[in-house]
């Protein structure tokens, strides 16, 4: 836990305001287990080692993302909730195993390179690299580095090395899950003029939006973003607060909000939405997925998306 006091910051006790470099554990940086908190005057996000997921980002104690009160499970194909991490790649795209949806990526155990924590500026870096296990799943070296950054936004990147011989290609996005008063309620910008389509129809995106997207009704939509920079928000009345969503490196936005009768159950297990969890949430996603939009990278290669979301009052 970081202690403010004055200009200085205690990090893992020792006061400095700089970074302080850990070898595969969590020491004084965790909650109870594994889980990251960063602090700042500001603002807190909590980030769970497995998966590199951010399971709470709180902006003036308000919490940002929706999280399930469903427990989680590991043999789970997933689990809703916070800001899941997609890769290697994003769905099923790349023609990869049904049952494994968005990747490893989300059920593998990230290490905690290094850590900061100051008022006004906290940060933190996990690493992700191949190993015997991950080749079973996908034959390529690589490494990951996940980096969150929090003031009184939360920066998240990803940024993927290539260190094999060979070239390999991926997707991959963010999978936020924000949370709504009520969903009915709230709109997204951005999308007026994109091209589209409907995932659960089809995958050729030919379709034109117009206006704002009212999450008043059901969606799995794919939109293509006209640029390599994307800016996005989150509009909700019922707890009067606008949600800014910004990104680069991405070449499209996934909107996913299912209605009342998709998944939910009376009582849910692992991987399952609860009655009534879709009025509370949709996942506004930044992403590259499906044929053509993949990243290749030949050997040292890398590339790096970028995502910040930040929150403002109504007015």
Known sequence: MALFGGSRCLVAGVVVCGTVVFSGFCGTACDGGPFVTLETAKASARIALDGARVVSFKVGGDEVVWTTRVPADPAAKWS???????????????????????????????????????????????????????????????????????????????????????????????????RLGDRTKARVTGTDGLVFCDARVTNVLDGVWRGDLRLDASYDNVFDEKGASTSHTVVDPSLGRTIYATASGVTRLVVWAPDGDEFAVENPGPGMLGPGDWRHFACVEPA???DGREIVLGPGERHQFVYEISVSAQK
């Open 80 to 178: 809703h909730g916070g800001i899941p991490v997609c890769w290697p790649w994003f769905g099923t795209s790349g023609g990869h195993d049904e049952n494994s949806i968005h990747g490893f990526a989300k059920s593998s155990r990230f290490e905690l390179v290094s850590l900061s924590q100051c008022p006004e500026r906290s940060h933190a870096i996990l690493r992700l690299r191949s190993d015997a296990h991950t080749r079973k799943i996908w034959p390529h070296d690589f490494e990951v580095e996940y980096e969150a950054t929090l003031s009184d936004t939360l920066r998240l990147s990803l940024r993927t090395v290539n260190t094999g011989s060979g070239t390999f290609s991926y997707t991959a996005g963010f999978h936020p899950y924000f």
């Open 288 to 290: 590259f997925l499906w």
